[in-house]
């Protein structure tokens, strides 16, 4: 197992309020010799499904020597199981709800573990802190905790499509990102919100003021913006609303 020598967490507690500030400081109380920091905490409340084809594009950039930690969990205090996975050599936790399942299915190489550890004292419903914070100081030591190897298809999510055609996050600016990978799209392709059919442009500049476009995202994924507007009031979309792609135009 690589050093961890970073945590990075990845949930939907929000910009405010104890449950990240609760998890960063349980992690120093556990693994004082390496760093947590809040990756993201903004992602859309109670949806894992819609997470899990934004979380491979948050960390394709990040070393492999951080240890994310990721809880979207609407069925905390459920028999759902927590899961370990190490996907190309990067390590994730989280609950098994689909969360991770688009990490180990776009995986080269992965292997999944069904975490049977658990804590002395463990809340019904904050298992961030008090279930996943020990156990990723526990691989923070180079140690695997009480486990047990599944198969990557069994997991929630294995039979989800490779990617989303959903809106899956809308940030600060009220662009909304997609869980379609701009790799596979073709720039003539069009995406249709109603009746309104929204093309292609490579960045804000090359578009008047106020006109929707979609572009590849410093993440990979294809997003819906308004320079200088707010794509999410103009097209009347939140996460989870469905999106049409449509054809390359001629």
Do not use: K
């Amino acid at each position: 197992m690589a050093q961890i020598t970073r945590i990075a967490l990845v949930t939907d507690f929000g910009s405010s309020g104890p449950y990240s500030g609760q998890m960063i400081l349980r992690l120093g109380h556990l693994a004082p010799d390496v760093s947590a920091v809040d990756l993201i905490s903004d992602l859309a409340p109670f949806r894992p499904d819609l997470a899990a084809y934004l979380l491979p594009a948050l960390v394709r950039n990040v070393p492999g020597v951080t240890l994310f930690v990721c809880v979207v969990d609407p069925g905390v205090g459920s028999e759902r199981d927590a899961i370990a996975v190490e996907a190309d050599g990067r390590w994730y936790l989280g609950p098994d709800n689909g969360l991770l399942s688009a990490v180990v299915r776009r995986a080269s190489d992965a292997r999944v573990l069904r975490i049977e550890w658990r804590p002395d004292r463990l809340s019904d419903s904050f298992h961030g802190r008090d279930l996943f914070c020990p156990l990723a100081a526990m691989l923070c030591r180079g140690e695997l905790p009480d486990s047990v190897p599944i198969d990557s298809g069994a997991i929630v999510g294995a039979d989800w499509p490779d990617d989303l055609a959903r809106v899956v996050y809308a940030d600060r600016y009220g662009n909304l990102i997609t869980g379609i990978r701009a790799s596979a799209v073709s720039r003539r392709a069009a995406v249709r919100i109603g009746g309104l059919d929204v093309f292609y442009a490579r960045t804000f500049c090359e578009v008047p003021p106020g006109e929707v476009f979609w572009y590849e995202n410093s993440f990979g994924l294809v997003e819906l913006a308004v320079n200088r507007g707010r794509a999410e009031l103009v097209l009347g979309l939140v996460p989870g609303d469905p999106i049409d792609l449509l054809p390359s135009q001629t």
